[in-house]
């Protein structure tokens, strides 16, 4: 069973700091990697992904990956009240098996910004 | 519209009843996915369409749940004999690319589903 895990939280940060949130993933032969972000109530929309290893910056967020240490992170500069949510960590496997297997989400970290 | 968009949004069920779930991708998505997912956990996944071929039902968790895409556009999700468990949001989320590693899903509303 391929698993992705994520610190559930809530992980508090006051307003204008930068929150990190982390993944980690067992299956070495992952290739694609996504963030997305839930409001409560709401479903999930797409933040980043990131194929290759290294940075990759979209405004206030940087996605980084070390596929080394099967390990993906966002980083979300300038905090704001309205980054509030839950921040799912998505993982594609490799392109073996079926497609539900190589699809896993985390169970999410709660991020906290405080005004 | 431009988004996915799901119906019912809310849906009631006592035990035992049969459930039909709707999702009506983005145009032109070649790719259909289904995700169950239950209070404070991240979506798990139910079963994968590419245009009408059903490739992978790998998650759906009993015979009681059926999918369907017949046309390659709108797919219905049915929960025959609803029981307790059944009872979380399911979500539809659409891709354009059917293969490769591109896979940027996007997600519909989502339907509540309660089972009493």
């Known amino acids: 069973q391929k698993e992705v895990e994520q610190n559930s939280g809530p992980l508090s940060v006051p307003e204008g700091a930068i929150a990190s949130l982390n993944c980690t993933y067992s299956d070495r032969g992952s290739q694609s990697f996504f963030w997305y972000r839930q409001y409560s109530g709401k479903s999930p929309e797409l933040i980043m992904f990131i194929y290759s290893n290294g940075d990759k910056e979209d405004g206030r967020f940087t996605a980084q990956l070390n596929k080394a240490s099967q390990y993906v992170s966002l980083l979300i500069r300038d905090s704001q009240p309205s980054d509030s949510a839950t921040y799912l960590c998505?993982?594609?496997?490799?392109?073996?098996?079926?497609?539900?297997?190589?699809?896993?989400f985390g169970p999410g970290t709660r991020l906290s910004v405080l005004p | 519209g431009a988004g996915v968009s799901q119906s019912p949004r809310y849906k009631v069920a006592k035990r035992g009843q049969d459930v039909a779930l709707r999702c009506d991708p983005i145009s032109g998505h070649v790719s259909l996915f289904w995700y169950q997912q239950a209070l404070g956990q991240g979506p798990e996944f139910l079963t994968y369409?590419?245009?009408?071929?059903?490739?992978?039902k790998s998650g759906l968790p009993s015979d009681r749940f059926f999918a369907e895409r017949p046309e390659g556009s709108v797919s219905t999700l049915k929960i025959q004999r609803t029981q307790q468990e059944d009872s979380a949001v399911y979500l539809c989320a659409s891709s354009l690319t059917g293969t490769g590693i591109s896979y940027e899903q996007y997600f519909g509303p989502g339907t509540r589903l309660t089972v009493t």
């Open positions: 998505a993982v594609i496997g490799g392109l073996h098996g079926g497609y539900g297997q190589n699809f896993v």
């Open positions: 369409f590419q245009n009408e071929a059903q490739l992978d």
